[in-house]
C-alpha cells in the first residue's frame, strides 16, 4: 500500500506541472481566415466579327466615368493589432476613371502596335468644342471627338467597382482572439471601343475581377501569426495596402481585356 501511495505521488509530482503548463499555452480562441483561389468569370468579350476590316491603328483612350463610391461604414480594428479605424470599403481614387485610361493607354502603348491620342489634347477638344455634361459619352460625341484627333476609334467606358473591402472572420467575441481579416480588392469594368467612321461600337465587354481570381495558392493564417507580422498577406495578395491591392487586380484585368480585344 505504502508503494502504491509513493508510486501515485510521484506521478502526480511528475504530470500536474506538465498539465498547467499545457493549459497555459492552449490558444481555444485561436481564428483562422483561409483563403482560396477562385476562377476567373467567364466574360463574353469578343470583338465585331469583323473587327480586322475596320483597320484600327489609332485609338483615342477617353477618361472612363468615375465609380460611384460608398465607404460602407467603419472598421474599428481591436487595439493589440495597432491599426487605426478606416472605411470598410477603401477606393482607389475619386478620379479612378482617369487611372483606368492611364493603364490602358500603357498597356496599348507597350504590348502593341496601335498609336494612341494623348488624353490632355482629347481634353482641349472637349473644351473647344464645349460639350456638355457626360454628352460627348454617347457615340454621335464620340465621333465627333475622334475626327478631330485623327483617331480610328475611341476607347472609353466607365468604372463600376475599384475598391478594397475589408473582410472579417468572425467566431466569438470580436477581440484580437475572436477575429482577423485583411483587404481584398475588386474591380469591374465596362468597356467599349468605338469606331469613328461609322459610329459602330466594335467592341464592348464587362469585365469582374478580385484578389482571389490572382492568389497562387490556397492561404491559413491565424490571428497569432497576424499579431506578429502585419504583412503576412502582402505577397499572396499583391500589396503592402489597399491601394496597391487595387492597382494590382486592376492593371491584370485590363491586359486581360486588350487581348480579348486583339
Not at 140 to 167: C, H, M, P, Q, S
Amino acid at each position: 500500500m505504502k508503494i502504491f501511495k509513493s508510486v501515485f505521488l510521484f506521478v502526480l509530482i511528475l504530470f500536474v506541472p506538465v498539465l498547467l503548463v499545457s493549459c497555459k499555452t492552449t490558444r481555444p480562441n485561436t481564428v483562422y481566415i483561409n483563403l482560396n483561389p477562385e476562377q476567373k468569370s467567364v466574360n463574353d468579350c469578343s470583338p465585331h466579327p469583323e473587327f480586322s476590316e475596320f483597320n484600327i491603328k489609332k485609338i483615342a483612350v477617353m477618361d472612363f466615368e468615375n465609380s460611384v463610391q460608398d465607404s460602407g461604414g467603419q472598421f474599428v480594428p481591436h487595439p493589440k493589432f495597432n491599426l487605426t479605424p478606416s472605411d470598410k470599403n477603401i477606393f482607389l481614387a475619386k478620379n479612378d476613371g482617369s487611372i483606368v485610361a492611364g493603364v490602358f493607354e500603357r498597356v496599348l502603348l507597350s504590348k502593341y502596335k496601335y498609336k494612341i491620342v494623348e488624353r490632355r489634347n482629347i481634353e482641349r477638344i472637349i473644351k473647344e468644342q464645349q460639350f456638355a455634361g457626360s454628352g460627348y459619352m454617347e457615340e454621335n460625341g464620340i465621333a465627333k471627338i475622334g475626327k478631330v484627333t485623327g483617331a480610328d476609334a475611341i476607347l472609353t467606358g466607365r468604372v463600376i467597382d475599384a475598391y478594397a473591402n475589408f473582410e472579417v472572420k468572425t467566431t466569438g467575441d470580436q477581440g484580437a482572439g475572436g477575429f482577423l481579416g485583411t483587404y481584398l480588392a475588386y474591380v469591374t469594368l465596362e468597356m467599349k471601343l468605338v469606331h469613328v467612321q461609322t459610329g459602330e461600337v466594335v467592341w464592348f465587354c464587362v469585365m469582374k475581377r478580385n484578389s482571389m481570381n490572382y492568389l497562387n495558392e490556397p492561404l491559413s493564417v491565424n490571428n497569432y501569426e497576424i499579431l506578429k507580422d502585419l504583412h503576412l498577406f502582402d505577397k499572396p495578395l499583391h500589396g503592402a495596402n489597399p491601394s496597391d491591392r487595387i492597382m494590382y487586380v486592376l492593371e491584370q484585368c485590363v491586359k486581360e481585356a486588350v487581348e480579348k480585344i486583339l
